[in-house]
């Protein structure tokens, strides 16, 4: 079985602009949560889809906003980026969403702001 | 979530058994207790997870103190491979209303030599 993928692998963007990143889940897997990963915070909750709903939501500003598909496949969108945007974000799927499943991440996507 | 304490690093020699410990003092009778681990710049590993009793898969092993105040994962035979940040976190098993969200603290970062 597939894992979890995510694209694109490594985005460049300026400050200012907005991103996008896609995260596929595994197959079968209902829920899929994002974090954002810097040297300085650490591994970060950012939010969490289920049904395409947004069920949980991490301290970040409404910058940071996401939406789940119907396949459950979920994106992520960052405006006006900003230098300190600069991370990992990772996806991670689970197949219920119940705070009992085990999360699996996917490889993340690298985003530098210039 | 209870919060873990973890040693910041440590080293282990290659071929030998790597015994990493948690503190979770504070832990409450429905929280599990997960492993996961990250090698650089990579999408954090799920390991193993537990609540009371131990377990063991064909990566490690999870040691749960009776009082459930500890634990240790064990690797019975580290490789080069298994160098990475290893993150213990607790999570409150909720059965409804999701709450699909992780906290991770800062880990130890295992170093496994010749």
């Known amino acids: 079985k597939a894992g979890v993928t995510q694209t694109p692998r490594y985005l460049i963007k300026t400050r200012g602009q907005q991103v996008t990143l896609s995260c596929s889940p595994i197959s079968g897997h209902r829920s899929v949560s994002w974090y954002q990963q810097t040297p300085g915070q650490g591994l970060q909750f950012l939010f969490e889809?289920?049904?395409?709903?947004?069920?949980n939501k991490g301290n970040f500003p409404g910058r940071f906003s996401g939406r789940q598909f119907s396949n459950s496949r979920s994106e992520m969108n960052v405006s006006t980026l900003e230098l300190g945007d600069s991370a990992l974000y990772l996806c991670?799927?689970?197949?219920?969403?119940?705070?009992?499943?085990?999360?699996?991440f996917g490889p993340g996507t690298r985003l530098t702001v210039l | 979530d209870a919060k873990t304490t973890q040693p910041t690093s440590m080293d282990c020699a290659e071929g030998r058994a790597a015994n990493l410990p948690c503190n979770h003092s504070?832990?409450?009778?429905?929280?599990?207790v997960y492993w996961y681990r990250q090698i650089h710049s990579q999408g954090p590993q799920y390991i193993i997870h537990g609540l009371k009793n131990n377990e063991t898969n064909e990566m490690a092993s999870l040691i749960i103190t009776e009082d459930r105040k500890s634990s240790t994962l064990i690797l019975p035979h580290a490789t080069l491979r298994d160098t990475a940040v290893y993150y213990c976190i607790v999570r409150v098993a909720v059965i409804t209303g999701g709450g699909n969200k992780l906290t991770f603290g800062t880990g130890t970062q295992l170093k496994v030599e010749l």
């Open positions: 504070t832990i409450s009778g429905n929280e599990y």
């Open positions: 889809y289920f049904s395409e709903t947004q069920r």
């Open positions: 991670a799927s689970s197949l219920r969403g119940q705070s009992t499943d085990t999360q699996y």
